[in-house]
């Protein structure tokens, strides 16, 4: 009898919660699947807005990672390797890899001396500066994108269109402005995608600025600057910081915060694939896309370390939801086969709230459900 093959997965999003799924369902007995997340706590990133807007605390969008069948470590990986990680407590090998750390986010690009500042944009940092964008009473509060790439294009718009609202409830003299570096936001997205962000900024009395570009060394604490010198005052901002790419990443190749890959995730052709958010595949920072690319790498280790053979690649599915004035969705889903992309849009309508709710259960089932057998 041959040892089983050991996969060591980096990450609890719906990157690596989905590889390490897939690799106990196809590979049961023949791969030993090792999981290594800091702390083992899974978070659903989407949460931010509830946690933002004051309508949830971040433990509702975190679960600890249990999963049958698969070794779950605890651990923060500094170095990744087609023959296994480095942790703090010593080296890990394995013959084959699949990391899926996400993106890291820059909070020290805001001086922490900034006290109208929010530089957050996870469930954890939007919990603790959440009053710099709720407890202005009146003037403007901004949400503003700092760089391209960032997770979740709607997102941002989605969040001030929410803010505006709850202002305009508790009759605050207060007035939102969210600010992009793209000309027009989504257009990578495509189809009615940008008209519709737009259009729902616009309904809800938001003032979208395109093409800001902000100059963080000319800002100060209640003026945000753009590169191209337009100005905006503000009695409390939420900056979505500048992505990086993940220290663990760092000695691969590709510019910038991804990392560069090949058919379906491998780095170099190697046993090493990088999959989700960190991976530069020209598709959108989205959990869809994150579990797809991680299932099919998943599958191709299975057949290079001789398991089974990967079936034909599933098609690449991601929904999010745009937020409207009076409290309706929209949910934008693009779907890509063979690399053609399809977009359509639901809504808006009252009645996405339980689709949403519903991406948000699956996640924690991931984290924490028994697989079978
Ligand atoms: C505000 C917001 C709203 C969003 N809304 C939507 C939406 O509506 N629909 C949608 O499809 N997507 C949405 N997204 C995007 C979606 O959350 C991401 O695309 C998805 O989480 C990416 O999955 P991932 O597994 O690549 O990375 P992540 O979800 O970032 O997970 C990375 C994991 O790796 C771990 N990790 C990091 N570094 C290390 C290390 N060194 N060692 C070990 N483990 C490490 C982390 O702790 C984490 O568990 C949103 C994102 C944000 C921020």
């Not at 949460?47 to 309508?55: E, S």
């Not at 990672?65 to 779950?72: F, I, N, R, S, T």
């Amino acid at each position: 009898m041959t040892a089983a093959r050991r996969v060591i997965v980096v990450g609890a999003g719906p990157g690596g919660l989905a590889a390490a799924a897939r690799l106990r369902e196809r590979g049961a007995g023949g791969v030993a699947v090792t999981l290594v997340s800091p702390g083992l706590r899974a978070a659903f990133l989407a949460g931010t807005l509830d946690v933002a807007l004051g309508d949830a605390e971040p433990s509702a969008f975190a679960a600890r990672v249990a999963l049958a069948g698969v070794e779950c470590v605890a651990g923060e990986v500094t170095a990744v390797a087609p023959d296994g990680v480095e942790l703090a407590a010593g080296r890990m090998h394995a013959d084959a890899v699949i990391a899926a750390p996400g993106l890291a986010v820059d909070e020290e690009s805001v001086p922490a001396s900034w006290r109208r500042v929010a530089a957050v944009w996870d469930p954890d940092a939007a919990g603790r500066l959440r009053d710099r964008v709720l407890t202005p009473r009146a003037g403007r509060v901004v949400v503003a994108v700092c760089g391209v790439p960032y997770r979740c294009p709607p997102a941002p718009l989605a969040l001030a269109v929410a803010l505006a609202d709850r202002h305009r409830e508790a009759r605050h003299q207060v007035r939102v402005t969210v600010t992009t570096p793209e000309p027009v936001p989504l257009a990578g997205v495509g189809g009615e995608a940008p008209a519709l962000v737009s259009d729902a900024c616009t309904a809800a009395g938001v003032t979208l600025e395109r093409g800001f570009a902000p100059d963080l060394g000319a800002s100060e604490d209640g003026v945000l600057r753009s590169t191209d010198g337009r100005e905006i005052a503000y009695e409390g901002a939420l900056l979505v910081p500048l992505h990086r790419r993940p220290r663990c990443l760092a000695s691969l190749p590709g510019e910038g915060p991804m990392v560069a890959v090949g058919e379906r995730g491998s780095v170099d052709g190697s046993l090493l694939y990088v999959v989700g958010d960190a991976a530069a595949t020209g598709l959108p920072r989205a959990a869809g896309v994150a579990r797809a690319s991680a299932v099919a790498a998943a599958d191709q280790v299975l057949e290079r370390l001789g398991v089974v053979a990967a079936p034909a690649q599933e098609p690449i599915e991601a929904s999010c939801f745009m937020f409207h004035h009076g409290g309706a969705l929209s949910r934008i889903r693009v779907r890509y086969v063979g690399g053609a992309a399809s977009i359509a849009t639901d809504g808006p309508s009252l009645d996405l709230w339980p689709a949403r709710e519903g991406e948000l259960r699956r996640f924690l089932e991931a984290a924490g459900a028994a697989l079978p057998g």
